[in-house]
């Protein structure tokens, strides 16, 4: 028995309740080939489609009745924790339940701490929310301060910032629940991003990086594996080229001689493997895997995927 954390990526939710509903079933039949042996399973999941969603129908409500506040983004994650969430925390319950598992299934609303003199706050890259065009954008940036920039010739999007985790305030709640022999689903969207203040922690417009959040829970949790679901089956050199290098094993020099060297992109893949790179630095014999959904089980059986160690 191992006890693993998975960091899902967005394809494995939908941009809509119903889509995501659909979704998810695929996703929870992936999660219980991984339960079904006996291992202990932490869930982190992305956050992104989501919180821009919920963000946007507040602002749009807000503009259409004074009475409605505009809800800021931390409180817009915290939504996005509970929604995602429940689908999976039903979803996963159901699937075990025909496989006749007797395993109790819950989301925690998780808080991560952030230091609020990272330099990340100094150059917000995260995109967040819905496209706007260059009018749109330069509108919204005068009235409120927001940051906006072109992302991939969609349009312009909101960017704020994406700082390291350092805490996860609800921790000691997550092992014992884990210790209990339950599934847990925790820091949803890498949690949601709280400084801690002299009067006590407070909220921060940022999105902290689910698979740098997930690895941190993994090494409080003394996990065996973490393992990142993307949407591919394995990390790959020269990605999307006629040079395009498939891995199977990969350790952590190899790792950082291909991040110098360019291979892995920043939207994409990098912070996947510099998540990796942090939880095998953690202590010897762990290791890492990135494989897509639908090679879950395989993947946790070494027959596929890449594997960091």
Do not use: W
């Amino acid at each position: 028995m191992s006890r693993i954390v998975l960091a899902l990526g967005g394809n494995a939710l939908g941009n809509t309740p119903q889509k995501q509903l659909e979704l998810v079933k695929n996703t929870s039949r992936a999660i219980a080939d991984i339960i079904e042996p006996g291992n202990e399973v932490v869930i982190v999941h992305g956050n992104g489609p989501q919180v821009g969603m919920i963000h946007l129908a507040m602002s749009i409500a807000a503009g259409e009745d004074e009475k409605i506040p505009i809800m800021p983004y931390p409180e817009c994650g915290a939504m996005s924790q509970g929604y995602i969430g429940y689908h999976l925390q039903q979803s996963i319950g159901n699937e075990l339940r025909l496989r006749k598992i007797s395993k109790p299934v819950a989301s925690i609303i998780t808080q991560v701490v952030v230091n609020e003199t990272d330099e990340a706050f100094k150059d917000p890259t995260k995109p967040v929310g819905r496209f706007y065009s260059k009018e749109e954008s330069d509108i919204i940036a005068a009235s409120s301060g927001a940051v906006f920039i072109e992302d991939a010739g969609r349009g312009y999007r909101q960017v704020v910032a994406s700082p390291a985790p350092e805490k996860i305030v609800e921790l000691e709640t997550i092992k014992r629940l884990v210790s209990a022999g339950e599934v847990v689903i925790a820091a949803g969207g890498g949690g949601i991003p709280i400084i801690e203040t002299a009067d006590g922690p407070k909220g921060v417009m940022a999105v902290i990086d689910k698979d740098r959040s997930a690895a941190l829970l993994a090494k409080e949790l003394d996990a065996d594996m973490l393992f990142i679901l993307t949407a591919v089956e394995k990390v790959s050199l020269n990605y999307n080229t006629d040079k395009q290098e498939d891995i199977d094993t990969m350790t952590a020099e190899e790792a950082k001689r291909y991040i110098k060297e360019g291979h892995f992109a920043k939207g994409s893949m990098l912070p996947k493997i510099e998540a990796c790179l942090d939880f095998l630095e953690y202590k010897p014999g762990v290791k890492a895997v990135i494989s897509s959904l639908e090679c879950a089980k395989p993947a946790i059986e070494g027959k596929t995927g890449t594997v960091l160690c």
